[in-house]
């Protein structure tokens, strides 16, 4: 499930980068209950953006920005309760991590859900069902 985070020039050290892309996998795999899980954990992948300082906005104008974006299969922080987490968790995570550099208002997080049948590892097309009993089963690709 690709993962992007993307932030403005400055506000994250490259530790720091690794440690929000570190935490926030790991938020989203204990979210689900499969903390550890051989499947999906290798499954997570992405990468985090560094955008030239200036060359970031908010209403226009340009500011320091930090976003968090999820792309994932529909059953995946279907619950509002999750996605609550998910949301407040990620940006703890980011603001945390910036130390200062980015407040809580500027940084945004989403989920963008997949066609049911359109979630592609490896070359397999995997269905909501077929790719909920990859993940039951633990057993990596």
């Known amino acids: 499930m690709p993962l992007q985070v993307i932030v403005t020039e400055g506000l994250l050290s490259p530790e720091a980068e690794h440690s929000v892309f570190h935490d926030l996998t790991h938020l989203l795999l204990e979210l689900h209950g499969i903390s550890d899980n051989a499947f999906m954990t290798p499954n997570i992948i992405g990468e985090v953006v560094v955008v030239e300082k200036g060359r970031s906005f908010s209403g226009g104008a340009p500011a320091d920005i930090a976003v968090f ?67 039951a089963s633990g057993i990596p690709i």
Do not use: C, M
Request: hydrophobic share 50%.
């Open 69 to 135: 974006e999820l792309k994932a299969p529909s059953f995946v922080l279907a619950d509002p309760g999750l996605q609550k987490a998910w949301i407040a968790r990620g940006t703890e995570i980011i603001e945390k991590a910036a130390q200062g550099r980015v407040p809580a208002n500027r940084i945004y997080g989403n989920v963008v859900h997949a066609l049911d049948g359109a979630w592609g590892i490896a070359g397999v097309a995997y269905d909501n069902a077929t790719l909920g009993q990859a993940v």
